[in-house]
């Protein structure tokens, strides 16, 4: 392919993304947020570029760093962090879910008597993060085979957190994999923790907190506690691609 078609079919998949984006219940994200900590999107992202993606993974020179999870205690497993500037895909969706994430976030945070307020756009947020020396990208490919499993965890990189994530799944369960749920817990105040395993197919997005939210109680409002994780895969091979919108020190 010539490099002016390139280009042209590169803005044609920014622009498709964006409109896709747009046409989600985002109404229903917000409320699915509130309730339960997390949102499912459905088809997100295309079977094909799913593939696309999840392809990229042996593909080094796009990565800053690669993460064998076993050596750390961090499950089984591996991951990468993608290098600026990350694959068009990447930072289409990056920018065009966090102004639909930004007022939630900001509602979290008055509601928990945090004084931190999210910028309405993503480039002024990651301003903020590389002003104070946050400046190394965070979206992330992971990969998983038989046995693999990542332990629960916060995704929080400094000072700086936006307060949602997303998380992508790129194989599709019983056919690519079996296992490999992904998990959610919630740790409540002087309560036992509550878990949600969230259903996946390939190309669906889940969005959920990253460290805390609030919850309405009888009362008045606390705070939880989340962390997530996959499960063992039982069999085949899983990818999936996390986008988290603060970057890291
Ligand atoms: O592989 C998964 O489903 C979890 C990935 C993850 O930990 C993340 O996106 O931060
Ligand atoms: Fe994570």
């Known amino acids: 392919m010539n490099r002016m078609a390139k280009e042209a079919r590169e803005t044609q998949s920014l622009s498709y993304i964006t409109d896709r984006v747009k046409g989600f219940d985002w109404g229903q994200v917000s409320?699915?947020?509130?309730?339960q900590g997390c949102a499912v999107i459905k088809k997100l992202v295309t079977p094909e570029e799913c593939d696309t993606l999840a392809g990229l993974y042996p593909k080094d020179e796009i990565f800053r760093s690669r993460v064998v999870m076993e050596r750390h205690g961090f499950?089984?497993?591996?991951y990468k962090y993608f290098s600026y500037p990350l694959p068009v895909v990447i930072s289409e969706l990056r920018t065009s879910i966090y102004p639909r994430l930004a007022p939630i976030a900001n509602r979290w945070n008055e509601a928990m008597g945090v004084p931190v307020r999210y910028p309405e756009i993503h480039v002024d947020f990651i301003k903020r993060c590389h002003d104070?020396?946050?400046l190394r990208p965070t979206p992330l490919l992971?990969?998983?085979g038989p046995g693999d499993y990542n332990c629960l965890h916060q995704d929080l990189y400094g000072e700086?957190?936006?307060p949602i994530q997303l998380t992508i799944l790129l194989?599709?369960?019983a056919r690519n994999f079996t296992g490999g749920e992904f998990v959610l817990t919630e740790q409540r105040p002087r309560m036992q923790s509550r878990v949600e395993v969230v259903p996946l197919r390939q190309g669906d997005g889940v969005l959920f907190a990253v460290h805390h939210r609030p919850v309405q109680g009888t009362r008045g409002v606390y705070r939880v506690n989340l962390r997530h994780g996959v499960s063992r895969l039982r069999s085949g091979h899983r990818h999936t691609l996390g986008i988290i919108f603060h970057?890291?020190?």
């Open 75 to 78: 499950g089984r497993g591996e």
């Open 132 to 134: 104070a020396g946050q």
């Open 160 to 162: 700086h957190v936006f």
């Open 247 to 249: 970057d890291a020190n």
């Open 171 to 173: 194989s599709e369960p």
């Open 142 to 144: 992971l990969q998983y």
């Open 31 to 35: 409320d699915d947020l509130d309730t």
